[in-house]
T-cell receptor, first 112, second 115 residues
Framework: GQQVMQIPQYQHVQEGEDFTTYCNSS?????IQWYKQRPGGHPVFLIQ?????EVKKQKRLTFQFGEAKKNSSLHITATQTTDVGTYFC????????????FGEGTQLTVNP | NAGVTQTPKFQVLKTGQSMTLQCAQD?????MSWYRQDPGMGLRLIHY???????DQGEVPNGYNVSRSTTEDFPLRLLSAAPSQTSVYFC??????????????FGPGTRLTVT
């Protein structure tokens, strides 16, 4: 079946350092979505990318969708303590758009 | 709008008991889904629905039933609880679902323990 893998599983950074998490799918994705989950909370939608090679920015966050639509990345510039949480990517298979598969997530901790 | 609501917040069951986790949304979303979240395993899709009267299985459907008689409600039934079903359960909804599923709005979750 479809697999969506994320690396790294954990990342510890000092406040002000940059952070990147990578998402790779075993199959082509029709779109990629990114979510953030704070400790004890529920996942919250960040962004959706649809086009091959697409790049979108939200303040200090930069999201990329690969040319082959099988990988994606989230980069945070100059992390802050408010960035703490687990970041998930998720994508529906191109052949079955109604089933959303989540990656295992990258847990980010930020030392002040 | 209340968004996506889930009840109960916490539940403890004994092995073999059955129960229903409730999920409701007031955003008129067609697509609703149930996930379970276990440490280090992300979110795994249990069942989903692209509209009232239509349900389908996700990655881990065994031991769970769903129905979608209205647009608003999507209850998840545990038929005979097992310790392996100890998890946090999230309900989510979104516009669309056919052919593409969009931005998911998650409920606050139900933490279930089966002893």
């Amino acid at each position: 079946g479809q697999q969506v893998m994320q690396i790294p599983q954990y990342q510890h950074v000092q406040e002000g350092e940059d952070f990147t998490t990578y998402c790779n799918s075993s199959t082509t994705l029709s779109n990629i979505q990114w979510y953030k989950q704070r400790p004890g909370g529920h996942p919250v939608f960040l962004i959706q990318l649809v086009k091959s090679g697409e790049v979108k920015k939200q303040k200090r966050l930069t999201f990329q969708f690969g040319e082959a639509k099988k990988n994606s990345s989230l980069h945070i510039t100059a992390t802050q303590t408010t960035d703490v949480g687990t970041y998930f990517c998720a994508g529906p298979r191109e052949t079955s758009g109604s089933r959303l598969t989540f990656g295992e997530g990258t847990q980010l901790t930020v030392n002040p | 709008n209340a968004g996506v609501t889930q009840t109960p917040k916490f539940q403890v069951l004994k092995t073999g008991q059955s129960m229903t986790l409730q999920c409701a949304q007031d955003m008129n979303h067609e697509y609703m889904s149930w996930y379970r979240q276990d440490p280090g395993m992300g979110l795994r899709l249990i069942h989903y629905s692209v509209g009232a009267g239509i349900t389908d299985q996700g990655e881990v459907p065994n031991g769970y039933n769903v129905s979608r008689s209205t647009t608003e409600d999507f209850p998840l039934r545990l038929l005979s609880a097992a310790p392996s079903q100890t998890s946090v359960y999230f309900c989510a909804s979104s516009y669309g679902g056919r052919p593409l599923v969009g931005e998911q709005y998650f409920g606050p979750g139900t933490r279930l323990t089966v002893t």
